[in-house]
């Protein structure tokens, strides 16, 4: 593969970050993940206005327009001979004392995506370091995230769903979970302190389009049972129906959601 690193494109087999970049010694910068398809990418622009809008919260000034960074995400998908995948852009402060930001672009294929509707379990997140900010940014530390994504696997399960100290469900480790009940998709809202995907948003516009109404809210656990579907997105995944012990579904509307994201994604 090859990759950006710091205005050079090399082969990952030799990049190579300084012990001393911040993004490495403290994780302080953002990413952002996006995916291509038939070597597009998938709505770029949503991706760095949120981007953009993170590194000027954390005042972090590079000398890349959106623009800029669009173009050299492309350059590295057509140095490379993946037709589809995954693209992971990542903006550091750069090495203590230089005031240089860092800029790593990497590219892989897609994961194998499950067929089925997948397991997810609920886990307390107070349980484990989760880091949330105010306003949201996709900032690099996510150990908490990991240790979660860990304690799921170990027991059969996806991807875990996080509620909080009030028992309101927040969000899964590294996607958003929706529920659909009577003909309403419900979400968690952004007052919990969860980012807004770009997945997310466009999961809104297809229910807009679809006729089904939209609902951000606070979700209690003890309501999940009562939910007639549930599904979970991500850059990587798109869409995935998933189920928890005690609880299936026939994922009707979410089945008819799915379809339409992926002739978006394909269109884009």
């Known amino acids: 593969m090859i990759y950006f690193i710091n205005n050079k494109f090399v082969d990952s087999n030799h990049a190579m970050i300084s012990i001393k970049d911040l993004g490495f010694l403290y994780g302080d910068g953002l990413f952002e993940t996006m995916r291509f398809n038939d070597k597009n990418l998938f709505s770029p622009y949503k991706h760095m206005k949120r981007l953009l809008n993170g590194l ?9 327009t959106e623009h800029d960074l669009i173009e050299i995400i492309n350059m590295v998908i057509n140095k490379n001979m ?10 550091t402060r750069g090495k203590a004392g230089d005031n240089i930001p860092g800029i790593f672009i990497t590219i892989k294929p897609f994961y194998t995506i499950p067929d089925n509707p997948v397991k997810v379990i609920f886990l307390d997140e107070s349980n484990y370091p989760i880091i949330r900010f105010t306003p949201a940014i996709k900032s690099m530390n996510y150990i908490g995230n990991m240790l979660a994504k860990e304690e799921a696997s170990k ?14 469900i927040t969000e899964c480790a590294i996607r958003n979970i929706f529920f659909i009940q009577n003909n ?4 968690p809202s952004l007052d919990l302190g969860i980012l807004s995907g770009v997945m997310r948003d466009t999961i809104f516009d297809i229910a807009k389009d679809q006729g089904i109404q939209i609902k951000e809210k606070h979700i209690r656990l003890d309501e999940v049972n009562t939910m007639d579907e549930a599904f979970i997105t991500s850059t990587g995944i798109g869409l ?11 994922f009707k509307k979410t089945k008819s959601i799915k379809k339409e994201l992926f002739k978006r994604i394909k269109i884009n």
């Open 155 to 168: 027991q059969g399960a996806f991807e875990p769903v996080f509620y909080n100290s009030k028992k309101i």
């Open 240 to 250: 995935l129906p998933c189920y928890w012990d005690g609880w299936t579904s026939d």
């Open 184 to 187: 309403v998709i419900i979400s």
């Open 82 to 91: 993946l037709k589809n995948g995954i693209i992971r852009l990542m903006i």
């Open 56 to 64: 000027k919260i954390i005042n972090l000034k590079i000398n890349k």
